[in-house]
């Protein structure tokens, strides 16, 4: 029994050799043999072991170890045409690359003094990085000679720290704050969330993404233009490629680190006299970790890190939302005139979402929007081990009826999870005091406070260490 446990446990944690070990003693007992099976089958599934499943199901004869077998060989034969895709891929984005501008006056990469990689050409500002140039188109009478050093240095850093050791610089000359608050604005729930809670004279930067891609931003743009025609809230959109920095080192377009997504609000902060950049991200990339265990979020290096050097640019890095989940903010937003202007759905019409992405049952579903459970990409992630975003996944499938899609986490169904929806309070003690009072007070007339003990505090779904 004890094995089973251990077994069961691993599995659930998403440790699969250790599953598998358990597994293989059990085997030897005809009372425990299916249950053994469909974990080592399961686990090599989950690992993308195909050739595994296949070689250790030959003699298998039960109907989930043929059923997995029978996929296993079905994906190997379309494996094949992903790799091709992925070398597709890469040659699509080196053709991308090449087809983007660059500067009249060319600028010689520094790695010393990284404020030399910047310069301006009309509204346009210039950055080169190693292995070649991207771009930010600015608002009218922007000057990149009246924005401080500590500004630029930053904007590099969140740009190449994964790659360039030195982009990690030490700011000689810190910059004063200024006294207007930003949020890096997404026109997804989560930061619109965030923008709702924030007061109404906060600048909203939208980072639009300058080339053609996959992803339609029609929602984005819906919704950016209701609030700037209504005057709710001033949104400025800043067209720039940098995205493509990180696909020179393998990885698809997208922003480089966690805070790249600032990168424009960073260069306009002296332009609009900016004191703070928000973020809007939930407690589920705050206090918890990949949305499925607790960690106190101020003592991580991270945000430590990161806080001090916004600080030295004159800048308080502000998590506005770090107090509410992903299900907090989606009862904030329906409580906002915007809803109706909302989708976080890349893939749908540019008016309603597809019904058939993880967003759309995410972030869609308990908003009473329709969804298929049973669309490949959401049965894709709810069949991952550990199940993504795992805490709002569980209340998500809770409240609306589908706990059922889950045979094997059953247990984790045994608590009721109205509290991921209430506001946590420590996730207040973040929020630098100049703009507490007014974003507590926000969040607390919408939401309710989570109940004592918190239930956060020892949220560990998968027992992992
Ligand atoms: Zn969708």
């Known amino acids: 029994m004890l094995r089973r446990l251990l077994m069961r446990r691993a599995y659930n944690a998403g440790q699969w050799d250790t599953s598998r070990h358990h597994a293989d003693k059990l085997l030897q007992k005809s009372s425990e043999r299916t249950l053994a099976r469909s974990v080592i089958v399961r686990s090599y599934w989950n690992e993308s072991r195909f050739q595994d499943v296949i070689d250790c199901t030959t003699d298998w004869h039960d109907e989930l170890s043929q059923s ?27 053709r991308l690359r090449d087809q983007q501008p660059e500067p009249i006056t060319p600028i010689h990469w520094s790695n010393e003094e990284l404020t ?3 310069s301006q050409e009309g509204e346009r500002v210039w950055f080169r990085y190693p292995e070649g140039y991207v771009f930010w188109d600015m ?8 924005t401080h050093p500590a500004l630029l240095c930053l904007t590099a850093e969140v740009l190449l720290s994964p790659w360039v050791p030195s982009s990690k610089a ?32 906060t600048l909203l930067g939208y980072h639009k993404r300058s080339f053609e891609s996959m992803l339609d931003h029609r929602n984005a743009e819906r919704l950016i233009d209701h609030l700037n025609s209504t005057g709710d809230r001033e949104v400025l959109s800043i067209s720039s490629n940098h995205e493509l920095i990180r696909t020179n ?28 950049i928000g973020v809007g991200m939930p407690i589920d990339n705050t206090y918890l970790w990949k949305g499925r265990k607790f960690r106190t979020f101020q003592e991580t290096h991270y945000y430590k890190y990161w806080t001090k050097r916004f600080t030295q640019a ?32 890349m893939r749908g019409d540019g008016v309603n979402g597809c019904g058939r992405c993880w967003k759309c049952f995410h972030k869609n579903g308990p908003l009473g929007r329709p969804f298929d459970i049973t669309a490949p990409e959401i049965q894709t992630y709810l069949n991952k081990r550990p199940i993504p975003t795992a805490t709002h996944a569980l209340w998500a499938l809770q409240i609306m009826g589908h706990e059922n899609q889950l045979t094997d986490l059953s247990h984790l169904f045994e608590g009721d ?49």
């Open 314 to 345: 004159g800048l308080d890095l502000l998590f506005p939302i770090a107090s509410i989940s992903e299900a907090g903010a989606l009862m904030v937003v329906k409580q906002t005139p915007w809803l109706e202007h909302l989708n976080s759905c």
């Open 417 to 465: 999870y109205n509290w991921w929806t209430m506001a946590y309070p420590p996730g207040f003690d973040l929020l630098q005091d100049r703009w507490r009072l007014s974003i507590e007070t926000m969040i607390l007339s919408i939401l309710p406070t989570m109940p004592k003990p918190y239930n956060l505090d020892n949220l560990n779904h998968f027992d992992e260490d």
């Open 170 to 201: 030490k700011t000689l000359h810190e910059r004063e704050t200024g006294n207007r608050c930003s949020l890096s604005f997404s026109a997804g729930t989560d930061s619109t969330a965030a923008a709702a809670v924030m007061l109404e004279s």
């Open 139 to 146: 608002p009218t009478g922007y000057d990149l000679a009246l």
């Open 68 to 94: 997995y077998r029978n996929q296993s060989i079905e994906r190997l034969k379309t494996n094949g045409g992903t790799k091709r895709l992925t070398l597709m891929k890469q040659e699509k984005l080196q």
């Open 249 to 276: 080192h393998g990885k698809p377009v997208g922003f480089s680190t966690d805070f790249a997504c600032a990168a424009h609000l960073l260069l306009l902060a002296d332009h609009f006299d900016l004191g703070a």
């Open 116 to 118: 030399e990689n910047f």
